[in-house]
T-cell receptor
Framework: AQTVTQSQPEMSVQEAETVTLSCTYD???????LFWYKQPPSRQMILVIR??????QNATENRFSVNFQKAAKSFSLKISDSQLGDTAMYFC??????????????FGQGTELSVKP | GAVVSQHPSWVICKSGTSVKIECRSL??????MFWYRQFPKQSLMLMAT?????????EQGVEKDKFLINHASLTLSTLTVTSAHPEDSSFYIC????????????FGDGTRLSIL
C-alpha cells in the first residue's frame, strides 16, 4: 500500500520570502503521479502542481516548483515570493494512473502554511 | 467555472435521520467518482470509489450500510449517510477524474455535515 508523509504540521514564512514544504512517499509502483493541493479556509481543493513519475524534469507553475527525487521518494514544494493568499493547508498526494485500479488520491497529513505580512 | 457540482454545501440535521449528498459532473461524463471524508484539521481520507452501473468499492473500515453510494448515471453519484449520528459529522468531498488517465481530478466544493 502507498503512504504519503508530510512531517511539517505547520510552517510560517514572511511575505515575499521563499518556503519549502516537505513530502515523502512510499510505493513499489514505477509509474504514478504526485500532486500538491492547496486548501484555503473555504476548504475548496485547488491543484497547485503535479508531477509524472516518469518525467525527470521538475514541474514548475509560476511561483511554485517541486524537487522530485524518485529514488529517495521525495517530493518537496517550493513557493517563491510568498504572498498572503498562499496562506492555506497544503496536501501532498499520490495517485496511480489509469482506472479502474488507479485514480484514487492518497493524501499526506497536510502542512498548514501561514504567510505573515 | 466549476466542473464538479456538489450539493448541499452545508446540512444540519437531527440524529437518526438520513442525509443524501449529490456529486454531479458538469459537461463531462464520469464513470468513476471518489468520495472523501475530512475531519477538522486533518487530511482527506478516501471512503469509496463510485462506479457507474455497478457497486461501489469501499475502503477498509468504511461501513457500507452506513454510507450508501449510488452512481446511477454518467454524471451523478450520491452518498447517503444513513441513520446519521453526531460522530458522522464531518466534511465530505467528492472528485471526478477527467478521462481514463485520471487527469485532471476535479473536486466538488464539499459538504459540511453536522448531526445534532
Amino acid at each position: 500500500a502507498q503512504t504519503v508523509t508530510q512531517s511539517q504540521p505547520e510552517m510560517s514564512v514572511q511575505e515575499a520570502e521563499t518556503v519549502t514544504l516537505s513530502c515523502t512517499y512510499d510505493t513499489s509502483e514505477n509509474n504514478y503521479y504526485l500532486f500538491w493541493y492547496k486548501q484555503p479556509p473555504s476548504r475548496q481543493m485547488i491543484l497547485v502542481i503535479r508531477q509524472e513519475a516518469y518525467k525527470q524534469q521538475n514541474a514548475t507553475e509560476n511561483r511554485f516548483s517541486v524537487n522530485f527525487q524518485k529514488a529517495a521518494k521525495s517530493f518537496s514544494l517550493k513557493i517563491s515570493d510568498s504572498q498572503l493568499g498562499d496562506t492555506a493547508m497544503y496536501f501532498c498526494a499520490f495517485m496511480k494512473p489509469n482506472l479502474p485500479q488507479g485514480g484514487k488520491l492518497i493524501f499526506g497529513q497536510g502542512t498548514e502554511l501561514s504567510v505573515k505580512p | 467555472g466549476a466542473v464538479v457540482s456538489q450539493h448541499p454545501s452545508w446540512v444540519i440535521c437531527k440524529s437518526g435521520t438520513s442525509v443524501k449528498i449529490e456529486c454531479r459532473s458538469l459537461d463531462f461524463q464520469a464513470t468513476t467518482m471518489f468520495w472523501y471524508r475530512q475531519f477538522p484539521k486533518q487530511s482527506l481520507m478516501l471512503m469509496a470509489t463510485s462506479n457507474e452501473g455497478s457497486k461501489a468499492t469501499y475502503e477498509q473500515g468504511v461501513e457500507k450500510d452506513k454510507f450508501l453510494i449510488n452512481h446511477a448515471s454518467l454524471t451523478l453519484s450520491t452518498l447517503t449517510v444513513t441513520s446519521a449520528h453526531p460522530e458522522d459529522s464531518s466534511f465530505y468531498i467528492c472528485s471526478a477524474p477527467l478521462g481514463r488517465s485520471n487527469q485532471p481530478q476535479h473536486f466538488g466544493d464539499g459538504t459540511r455535515l453536522s448531526i445534532l
